[in-house]
């Protein structure tokens, strides 16, 4: 197996909302980072300005070509680009498959001609399906995946993990829940304020708003990602990573129409599922990641409460 160190860091998708706070956090603990991002929905000003620590080079991970030399003398992959808009892979499935399973395999790949030693994958709690098993731990199975980017996230753990065993390589798997944060472009929170800014007398809803999931601010998901990494040595690690509770979409719905001031008409589109492949329950079990120490500090609602103050600020929408 490849010797693994404290080198150069490389991160897929780190102008992205998660990718940007692990990138923080490894330049917080003295490593070289090397960004690749195509930037098509990260944003170069997410990443902090100036630092001679870190580096972005502007690539679709479909393209080796364009960075694969990031990864010479490099100790550790960490790769979350991906398309991360669930609904948008029900509406073209062609879209997880290049950008999740193609643009996986490509990055594999590449780490694995250049002896990175660690590798470490933002998975889903998609790649569950509709578990009969919740809180669901990460043992649970057969795993049926019902959206076109749950089955590609699926099929991208079987890659890393293929890969790990063929070339000696160390891989973690994180299956996230909704992981919510500063810097997010698409999601719950922005859908909402972006639908009150256009008409701020309704707020139409997907499903019956009964939808619900757990929600981990994007700060604490970092941090498991770190103890996890540190503390965890099988060949493959896969962890799950969320809170112990659920917030449905009806109280998100109602807090953001209260910090919008309260006068808009919440009206429900109807069904127990915002669009095809989606998932009206969703809650981990992270007992596993809890016995290395880490735990969510902060309750899904209060995650939601911060995160619905701290858009509504960053959209300078005034309670
Ligand atoms: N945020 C969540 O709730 C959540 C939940 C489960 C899994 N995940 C996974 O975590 C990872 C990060 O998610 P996020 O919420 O930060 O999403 P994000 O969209 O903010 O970040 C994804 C980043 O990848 C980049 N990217 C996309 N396709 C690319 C390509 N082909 N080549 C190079 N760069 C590309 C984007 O520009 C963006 O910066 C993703 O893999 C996502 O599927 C996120």
């Not at 398309?83 to 669930?86: L, Q, R, T, Y």
């Not at 998609?126 to 019902?146: N, R, S």
């Not at 810097?183 to 698409?186: A, D, G, I, K």
């Given at each position: 197996m490849p010797e693994a160190g404290g080198g150069p860091a490389v991160v897929t998708g780190g102008a992205g909302a998660v990718g940007s706070s692990l990138v923080r956090a490894l330049l917080a603990r003295g490593a070289e980072v090397r960004v690749i991002d195509d930037l098509s929905s990260g944003r170069r000003d997410h990443l902090p300005s100036t630092d001679g620590r870190l580096s972005l080079t502007v690539a679709?991970?479909?393209?080796?070509?364009?960075?694969?030399?990031?990864?010479?003398?490099?100790?550790e992959v960490w790769h979350l680009a991906a398309?991360?808009?669930?609904r948008r892979g029900s509406e073209n499935p062609r879209v997880d498959f290049d950008q999740g399973l193609d643009g996986t395999f490509r990055v594999l790949d590449a780490a694995r001609r250049r002896d990175v030693p660690r590798f470490l994958y933002t998975s889903s709690s998609?790649?569950?399906?509709?578990?009969?098993?919740?809180?669901?731990?990460?043992?649970?199975?057969?795993?049926?995946?019902?959206s076109f980017y749950g089955g590609t996230k699926l099929g991208s753990e079987g890659l890393v993990s293929a890969f790990a065993h063929a070339y000696g390589f160390r891989a973690w798997v994180f299956r996230f829940a909704n992981i919510i944060g500063p810097?997010?472009?698409?999601g719950i929170f922005y859908d909402f304020f972006e639908k009150l800014r256009r008409d701020p007398t309704r707020l139409e809803v997907l499903g019956?708003?009964?939808q619900s999931k757990s929600y981990l601010r994007t700060e604490e998901c970092v941090e498991g990602l770190l103890v996890a990494r540190d503390r965890a040595s099988e060949t493959v690690n896969v962890f799950n990573l969320g809170s112990y509770d659920q917030t449905s979409v009806r109280e998100i719905a109602e807090k953001v129409v209260a910090v919008h001031g309260g006068r808009a008409r919440i009206e429900y589109t109807g069904?127990?599922?915002?669009?095809?492949?989606?998932?009206p329950q969703q809650l981990l079990s992270v007992e596993k990641i809890g016995r290395l120490g880490w735990k969510p500090r902060l309750s899904s609602s209060a995650a939601v409460d911060r995160t619905v103050d701290e858009v509504a600020r960053e959209r300078g929408v005034v309670r």
């Open positions: 679709d991970v479909r393209e080796p070509t364009g960075y694969a030399d990031r990864f010479t003398g490099a100790t398309n991360s808009d669930v998609t790649v569950y399906g509709m578990p009969t098993v919740v809180p669901t731990p990460e043992t649970y199975g057969p795993l049926l995946p019902e810097r997010m472009t698409h019956d708003g009964r069904g127990s599922r915002g669009w095809v492949g989606d998932v």
